[in-house]
């Protein structure tokens, strides 16, 4: 008896296309608009050594000297209170309610590679993500789909108190904890950390790119030309999962600029791919 197996082209076939639609959403084709109610930021000075293997092909560790000669790299933790997201080009009544995300990231550059021929050669710096988190299942899903990052959900709000704006988030993890005291108003650096002035501390405010690895280079996500630069802020940090666990846990890690940015217009354009494999 003869036995006649079915076909696995059409199994093949399915496979590529769905790996290629992936591919194509991880590469953030659409620009998005919304609109920030809250916006914190804060960076932390790591040996480079910590993070030295975390950089993909075509990306560099951002890193800082300070005056004693040692070299830092950086960590930046960014949570965003947004409302109305939509793509670009749709009323903000048809955009989604709010939605709290968290992104642990660090600081890299890159080459500009595409682009008007005047831009290329021009070294890009951007936050390449390592974890992310939102509030609400279809956020995640999305965070999911477009990000080669892990993601996952979280409960957090800002909750403004007086002159100040406080923030707690618990996530489903653990990992994504984080909770602070922000006095909007103050600029003061860190105490402890390897900065020495909010001057200095400006350059690791978050830059306007995001960097997402892809099997042809690097995709960047840049925000919007008219978002405005956030401020330096004091904080009163309490906790922050994320650099107690994995490579972080017992690493020297100085929290060293904080940033606000609230109630304003917000988004970022589609993404870019910058190849660095294969031809332009």
């Not at 990052?149 to 800002?158: E, I, N, Q, V, Y």
């Amino acid at each position: 008896m003869v036995v006649v197996h079915p076909p696995t082209w059409p199994l093949r076939t399915a496979a590529r296309l769905l790996g290629r639609g992936l591919n194509r959403l991880q590469r953030a084709p659409l620009a998005v608009d919304a609109h920030l109610r809250h916006a914190l930021a804060l960076s932390w000075a790591v040996p480079p050594a910590t993070v030295a293997d975390l950089p993909d092909p075509g990306l560099a560790l951002d890193t800082h000297t300070g005056a004693d000669g040692r070299e830092w790299a950086f960590l930046a933790a960014t949570v965003l209170e947004l409302t109305d997201v939509r793509p670009h080009g749709v009323p903000p009544a048809l955009g989604s309610g709010s939605t709290v995300l968290l992104t642990w990231s660090v600081f890299c550059t890159t080459t500009a590679r595409s682009g008007p021929r005047t831009a290329r050669g021009r070294v890009l710096r951007g936050l390449r993500p390592l974890a992310g988190w939102s509030s609400g299942w279809a956020s995640v899903l999305g965070g999911q789909l477009t990000s080669r990052a892990p993601h996952g959900r979280l409960d957090g709000r800002f909750s403004p108190v007086g002159q100040q704006l406080q923030l707690d988030v618990r996530s489903g993890d653990g990992a994504g904890d984080l909770a602070l005291t922000a006095h909007p108003g103050e600029e003061r650096v860190p105490a402890g950390g390897v900065l020495p002035d909010a001057r200095t501390a400006r350059r690791f405010a978050p830059p306007p790119n995001r960097f997402s690895p892809d099997p042809d280079g690097v995709v960047v996500v840049t925000t919007r030309p008219d978002v405005p630069q956030p401020a330096p802020v004091a904080v009163d940090l309490r906790r922050a999962a994320f650099l107690e666990r994995g490579r972080f846990a017992g690493a020297d890690a100085r929290l060293s600029a904080a940033f606000v940015l609230q109630d304003v217009d917000y988004g970022w354009r589609a993404g870019e791919l910058h190849r660095t494999r294969g031809g332009d």
